[in-house]
């Protein structure tokens, strides 16, 4: 630019007649137009900063955000128990025998007077391992028998035999039940019932809390599920003894299981 203003200023110079003059004025004229034209495309294709943060403000004032929680409560309808047999001998392959001998008689509890399916046994642990027996006068051990230890996890669906079974289980030879965990098979269907009350709840604290802004809950922009939890209930050590006839049968509680959920909700207001 400095070029161009100075050469022009020596072609003015030079020229002392009117003609001339005019010509290089003519000139410059669109030259600036060009220029003022340029600044003013420039200048309109920027909003100005605070006419956006303006607009995010106001956007983000229409939404609320709030968390719901949904909790149901459930009756058992299976019930899982855990027992087995442990026996001891002098020796690990008479102590297995004996297990082995003891266990047949579960066995035959389970699937013939109980008619349970073969899916619904499971073993959940099998050991033979020795007894040590420590001599306080020389600091040595010894052992001294084998223990055998055959666990099984039991599937029950009919709730309503559980104390009954204890006892026949105990009788037959079960001398280890180490407890019983009542729980739902139908977990997706108490789930979903769940996040319905969880969202009813969202929406009743969404639509307390627009209205108290003197506004109203127009729809929901988003959604998130949090996780959702099941307390089963646990009865652990059960100890039990051969039922007889001037003895109760064993009583044995299912109690209920909640199923719980929560979900972080957003509205948009109007």
């Known amino acids: 630019m400095r070029k161009l203003g100075s050469e022009l200023r020596e072609h003015v110079g030079q020229n002392s007649n009117g003609s001339k003059g005019k010509k290089v004025a003519i000139l410059l004229v669109p030259a600036l137009a060009a220029a003022i034209g340029i600044g003013a495309i420039v200048g309109v294709s920027s909003p100005a900063p605070s006419v956006q943060a303006a607009e995010t403000v106001a956007a983000q004032r229409g939404i609320i955000t709030v968390a719901g929680q949904g909790q149901i409560k459930v009756t058992p309808d299976v019930a899982y128990i855990t027992l087995g047999v442990e026996t001891r001998a002098t020796t690990a392959k008479e102590a297995q025998s004996l297990n082995a001998k003891a266990f047949a008689a579960i066995d ?3 699937y013939t007077t109980y008619k349970l399916s073969k899916k619904d046994v499971q073993t959940t642990s099998f050991y033979v391992q ?3 027996q420590y001599n306080e006068k020389d600091g040595t051990s010894k052992v001294v028998s084998y ?7 039991v599937t029950v ?3 309503t035999q559980i104390g009954a079974m204890l006892d026949n289980l105990s009788a037959a030879g079960a001398n280890r039940i180490d407890g019983v ?4 098979e139908k977990q997706e269907q108490y789930e979903l019932q769940a996040m319905e009350k969880a969202m009813a709840n969202a929406k009743v604290k969404a639509e307390t809390l ?7 809950v127009k729809q929901v922009v988003n959604i998130t599920q949090g996780n959702v939890s099941s307390s089963p209930i646990f009865q652990g050590n059960v100890m039990m003894e051969a039922a007889t006839a001037d ?9 209920e299981i909640t199923v719980s959920t929560d979900v972080t909700v ?5």
């Open 247 to 255: 003895k109760a049968t064993s009583s044995v509680q299912a109690g």
């Open 181 to 184: 965990r009542f729980d739902t």
């Open 210 to 216: 627009a209205k108290a802004a003197g506004r109203s």
């Open 157 to 159: 669906r009919d709730l």
């Open 147 to 153: 223990t055998a230890t055959n666990m099984v996890e």
């Open 266 to 270: 957003s509205y948009e207001m109007q």
């Open 108 to 110: 035959q509890m389970l």
């Open 130 to 132: 020795p007894q040590y």
